[in-house]
């Protein structure tokens, strides 16, 4: 992986990614923004690696050790929950849509200002339950790698955390952009 | 009452355009705490929903589609096809329905295929003349082999949901995603008798035998991937990240890819992996508490109530699973139908591994319907024609689609025959 | 948490496990304490959710911890994660049967482990279940610890099972539970060890054709229940809770004995399956010598405890 920054092909949402507010919030995001996205990429990245070490075990010594399955998973976990406010920022969440049609921009960007203070109130309940997952007083380790479960439940906190920070951004200074992009591109590319 | 207010909150954020997975995990942890439970139990049902072994390959299947689009192998397909078959009249039409069957091989979603074949096949037939109605129809409805024909995204997660052999779901979907090609070509054939504007092209071997290295290294994927899983070499989870490397390698010989281009690829597929596995993760959690209010008994209880014919049974959840897949997302709409109609479905003595295919073939359909039709949106964005003229364009291509799933329905002999002659 | 009185005072735990409707566990266990729980008029009612309904494993002693689910069927390796010092009870042949697992539960040598436990996840440990001996299966016959040669073994991904393969000199692969069936028709692994129930269930004969009685793990679960639960109860609910459990102990431990000689002879009969009476010894003996120098400290008075309770 190298500086997430360096991209020879654009991508989905290159375009604006900290939504409105004062300057320093926009700079703050668009630096959590990059950050999440390196981190998701890079967990994937992980996920490959272990995959593919799993099956090079199993070809040459025939046996694999446990372990690098359950990190992959772990990768998997970490990769989706950091990447919840980047999705959050650029409109990359899968949603339903049916009621775009009978909106006008002004409703519009009325209901986007209320499912992003909804999203944020939930955000910020699930993150909540995750302080208590991580400082519950029995926590059992990862019965493979012996991986301590609060490291696990950790990464995918601090994901919820960032998403209810974006979603409370969003809510208070609104978007950029109408986000109705979203559902056509690359947004929804790869999807099933 | 907790249950019905649940399921009220969850329909009103979702038509709010409150992300699914949000819509889903708001209403749910507001129950567990009304009901006495632990908040921290909503947030570990959630990640244990996500960190699950054969889900590991939807992450590792969409970043095999994302490498198979950018290293170019769509085109390689879609020229060996076009030198292939373009001298028969109506070639390009059979040119679209083959390249899709090669590409399917090795793409396990539908929206990876409208991205990568829809930009080159619809302006190909638009310039020999062909209708745009056509044109866009054929191109989408023929995406739909992609997530029927193994590998599969949408049959990895089911396989993981109804705790079943993700490698017998797979050879299962062959027959049912050769039969979508046939129902496409019947289509194509008769519609081309009525055209007068088509006239065969001339036959060139040299461009056969050049398109046809040019496609060779691309169409081993397919072996590597089916053949290393039900060869007994690797499983799904591990074929897909094999698959991976190779058409990185490829992509790297071609120069379709570049190593500075690894970082955008990677988070590209994050990305689109991240929205699916979010969503499976919440619905896990909304499983849970049904389960717990042991909602699908209840529902089980009323279906069979209401028939105890097997037949009206699955042609009830067909229309139930369209009328879903019209406004939802498959990912969603499969992690929240499964589990409450798949115990209904053995208890009416529906095989598993049939009843996946039905759910997956219906699913997939969703995706070429309005209003929510993700493929008539790529197809659109790739294209540039209005969304509304491809899903007019779409809709006569139901038809041939809907046959096979009545057959598909009806037939499960074709469906299990495969898996069973690869497990005697 | 769900200790909630209802309206007619009645209290009403959850009790979640992973076993199929058909599996003994739910049959001649789970459902008969229900059962007698009921007709005990306490007051209390237990709801039986099967099959991992409630999530896995792992997840749902979590859920136990945490007051979501009440009771659960859990194993020793599965609750190791959580509380380490169990996993000793999951060592290769550190028991000699069920009579033997029963006897060390009901002599109150395992009252310190159960305390510690208690104390340490606030989760108590009501008995033990036999789940029925521990057996490999697989390609060709596995009569001495040298068979194990050449041989890529399925073993759960949990640290005692793995040290087991090691206490047997066997080569662990991991699979996932999920995928044992595909891998093992395929050849990614050869073979794998469970009880018989479990071969059967997961139709394991399709695919192997050796079946090895090694015994090599005296296989069995645990009904634990969260403790603010159990405080929660009067004195009468917990006798009648108590006394059911321990009846479905000996109605659960007939039906797995009953099944699995019903599936041997099965098996035997149409020559699905050809049954291999190992070495037994070898086996033990090596396992014996590795876990007494690989564990120390607390885990090895608790094997050397249990070894010594052995007639
Ligand atoms: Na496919
Ligand atoms: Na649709």
Redesign the pocket.
């Known amino acids: 992986m190298s500086d997430p920054s360096a991209d020879a092909a654009p991508t989905a949402g290159d375009a604006p990614e900290s939504g409105g507010g004062p300057p320093a919030w926009r700079r703050i995001s668009g630096w959590i923004d990059r950050t999440e996205r390196f981190l998701g990429a890079t967990f994937l990245a992980l996920v490959l690696l272990l995959v593919l070490v799993q099956v090079l075990q199993r070809i040459t010594v025939g046996s694999g050790w446990a372990w690098t399955g359950e990190i992959a998973k772990y990768g998997m976990v970490w990769s989706t929950f950091i990447l919840a406010g980047h999705l959050l920022r650029r409109g990359l969440h899968l949603r339903l849509e049916v009621i775009d049609r009978w909106l006008g921009p002004r409703a519009e960007r009325l209901v986007t200002r209320l499912t992003d203070a909804l999203v944020a109130l939930i955000c910020i309940g699930l993150t909540w339950a995750g302080y208590g997952l991580v400082t519950a007083p029995f926590v059992g380790a990862a019965p493979a790698s012996g991986l301590s479960l609060r490291i696990v439940y950790l990464i995918s906190v601090v994901g919820l955390g960032l998403t209810a920070l974006a979603a409370t951004g969003q809510a208070l200074f609104g978007r950029p952009v109408d986000d109705r992009r979203a559902k056509s591109g690359p947004a929804v590319e790869g999807a099933i | 009452m907790a249950i019905t207010l649940l399921g009220i909150a969850i329909v009103v954020l979702l038509f709010l355009r409150v992300p699914v997975a949000f819509a889903i995990l708001g209403p749910c942890v507001t129950y567990l705490l009304a009901t006495g439970q632990s908040l921290e139990l909503g947030l570990r049902t959630t990640i244990n929903g996500i960190d699950s072994w054969p889900l590991l390959a939807v992450p590792l299947f969409v970043l095999l589609g994302v490498i198979a689009n950018r290293a170019g192998i769509a085109e390689r397909l879609f020229d060996f096809a076009m030198a292939l078959l373009g001298r028969v009249r109506g070639g390009m039409a059979y040119v679209n329905v083959g390249s899709s069957v090669g590409f399917a091989w090795m793409s396990g979603s539908a929206l990876a295929d409208a991205a990568a074949l829809g930009a080159i096949q619809v302006p190909a037939m638009r310039k020999q003349g062909y209708p745009q109605n056509f044109s866009v129809g054929l191109t989408g409805a023929a995406t739909l082999i992609s997530p029927v024909m193994p590998p599969s995204i949408p049959a990895v997660v089911f396989a993981s949901v109804a705790a079943v052999s993700t490698g017998a779901l797979f050879a299962a979907g062959v027959i049912p995603a050769l039969l979508i090609a046939a129902g496409l070509l019947v289509y194509v054939v008769i519609w081309c008798q009525r055209q007068t504007f088509l006239k065969a092209g001339r036959f060139d071997g040299q461009l056969v035998r050049r398109t046809g290295v040019r496609a060779l290294a691309p169409a081993v994927t397919p072996i590597l991937i089916i053949g290393g899983i039900l060869g007994g070499f690797v499983t799904p989870t591990e074929a897909a990240a094999v698959g991976c490397l190779y058409l990185l390698v490829l992509g790297l010989c071609y120069r379709t890819i570049t190593p500075r281009q690894l970082p955008s690829i990677l988070r590209e597929a994050a990305v689109t992996a991240a929205a699916i596995m979010l969503i499976i993760g919440s619905t896990s959690l909304l499983g849970w508490i049904l389960a717990r209010e042991r909602i699908p008994g209840m529902v089980a209880e009323w279906m069979t109530g209401l028939t105890d014919d097997p037949v009206i049974f699955l042609l009830l959840v067909n229309v139930i699973l369209i009328l879903l ?3 939802m997302e498959p990912t969603s709409a499969l992690v929240l139908s499964v589990p409450i109609l798949l115990p209904v479905a053995t208890q009416f003595g529906v095989d598993p591994i049939h009843f996946g295919v039905i759910v997956v073939l219906n699913l997939m359909i ?8 993700p493929v008539a949106y790529v197809l659109s964005s790739v294209t540039g024609i209005p969304v509304g003229a491809v899903f007019r364009g779409l809709l006569p291509f139901l038809i041939p689609l809907i046959a096979v799933l009545l057959i598909v329905t009806f037939a499960p002999g074709l469906v299990l025959w495969l898996p069973g002659l690869l497990n005697p | 948490a769900c200790t909630d009185a209802g309206k007619d005072g009645t209290v009403t735990l959850s009790l979640a496990h992973s076993y199929a409707n058909t599996h003994p566990h739910h049959r001649c266990g789970a459902e008969k304490v229900a059962e007698s729980v009921a007709a005990s008029n306490t007051g209390l009612k237990i709801e039986v959710y099967p099959n991992s309904t409630l999530g896995g494993h792992a997840q749902r002693f979590a859920s136990v911890v945490s007051g979501d689910i009440d009771i659960d069927l859990q194993g020793a390796s599965e609750i190791s994660a959580t509380y380490a010092p169990i996993r000793v009870l999951d060592a290769a042949y550190v028991f000699d049967g069920a009579d033997h697992l029963f006897g060390f539960f009901e002599s109150g040598q395992a009252d310190a482990l159960r305390e510690d436990m208690l104390a340490k996840t606030g989760t108590r440990v009501l008995d033990a279940w036999y789940f029925g001996m521990r057996h490999f299966t697989g390609n060709k016959p596995l009569r001495t610890p040298d068979d194990f040669n050449g041989v890529r073994m399925r073993f759960p991904d949990t640290p005692q099972f793995l040290q087991n393969a090691e206490a047997l000199g066997a080569s662990p692969t991991s699979v996932a539970f999920e995928e044992v069936y595909i891998s093992l028709q395929q050849g990614v692994v050869d073979g794998q060890e469970n009880p018989i129930s479990v071969i059967s269930s997961l139709n394991l004969p399709e695919v192997q054709s050796h079946l090895n009685l090694t015994g090599h793990m005296t296989g069995f679960v645990m009904p634990v229940i969260n403790e603010n639960a159990w405080q929660g109860l009067t004195d009468e609910q917990r006798e009648a809770l108590s006394t059911a459990i321990s009846e479905a102990r000996t109605t659960d431990r007939q039906c797995i004995e009953e099944e699995e000689s019903s599936f041997v002879a099965t098996w035997r009969g149409d020559g699905r399956m050809q049954i291999v009476e190992p070495d037994v010894a070898a086996f033990r003996t090596k396992a014996e010598a590795y876990f007494r120098t690989a564990f120390s400290g607390q885990d090895l008075e608790l094997y050397n405890a249990v070894r010594a309770a052995a007639s």
């Open positions: 897949g019209t406004i969703g995706l070429i319907t309005p209003p929510i039709g």
